[in-house]
């Protein structure tokens, strides 16, 4: 079953500029994590951020959730073209299981 | 490290022929789930194996649809008989679920059943 929900569907930005996705999710969760997904590759893991922590970083990368809102959001920093995917929120609610929403496709124009 | 490897990469087939998916996840991992993607209902679950044994196959749409995980290194997903609507991409993930542990995927299978 789907749970969480990025917006917006579709972004296109310039190098050098920062990218931001939210999710929004339905219930409950135990964390959240963020994917990204080259063109016809698998899913790569980014970054998990807990229940009850509200800010992570990881180099270029800052995740805020807001367990009150449901929600959380991706902002990749000085974006590059390489940063061209899409990503994606996944939610843990069952305690071994994630729900993936349907992404955030991301063009970074050089 | 090799990471979760799946077979074939692609695999075109008609409708009512059996298929079957092939998974080696990454060594010492004792989570693996199955996954399938689409442009309209994005990822799905499948199924999800703890330890080689099958813990929640809510997701597997139906009947025609089978997985197996006989030895800690290998997993197929088969469907028979294919269907057009089966078409989709099929990852393959593992993890050493503890809760806080990522997926790790495979570059997935692309079905094309006609």
């Known amino acids: 079953s789907q749970q969480g929900e990025e917006d917006p569907q579709a972004l296109s930005i310039q190098e050098g500029e920062n990218a931001t996705m939210n999710c929004s999710y339905k219930?409950?969760?135990?964390?959240l994590q963020w994917y990204r997904q080259n063109s016809g590759r698998g899913l790569v893991h980014l970054i998990l951020i807990r229940s009850n922590e509200r800010e992570k970083h990881s180099g270029r990368l800052r995740v805020t959730l807001d367990t009150s809102k449901k929600s959380s959001s991706l902002l990749i920093t000085a974006s590059r073209a390489a940063d061209t995917a899409s990503y994606f929120c996944a939610t843990d609610v069952s305690g071994y299981a994630l729900n993936f929403g349907k992404g955030t496709s991301l063009l970074v124009t050089p | 490290d090799a990471g979760v490897i799946q077979s074939p990469r692609h695999e075109v087939t008609e409708m009512g022929q059996e298929v079957t998916l092939r998974c080696k996840p990454i060594s010492g991992h004792n989570s693996l789930f199955w996954y399938r993607q689409t442009m309209m209902r994005g990822l799905e679950l499948l199924i999800y194996?703890?330890?080689?044994?099958?813990?929640?196959d809510s997701g597997m749409p139906e009947d025609r649809f089978s997985a197996k995980m006989p030895n800690a290194s290998f997993s197929t997903l088969k469907i028979q008989p294919s269907e057009p609507r089966d078409s989709a991409v099929y990852f393959c993930?593992?993890?050493?679920?503890?809760?806080?542990?990522?997926?790790?995927f495979g570059n997935g299978t692309r079905l094309t059943v006609t």
């Open positions: 219930t409950s969760i135990n964390n």
């Open positions: 993930a593992s993890s050493s679920w503890t809760g806080d542990s990522p997926l790790h």
């Open positions: 194996f703890n330890n080689n044994v099958p813990i929640d």
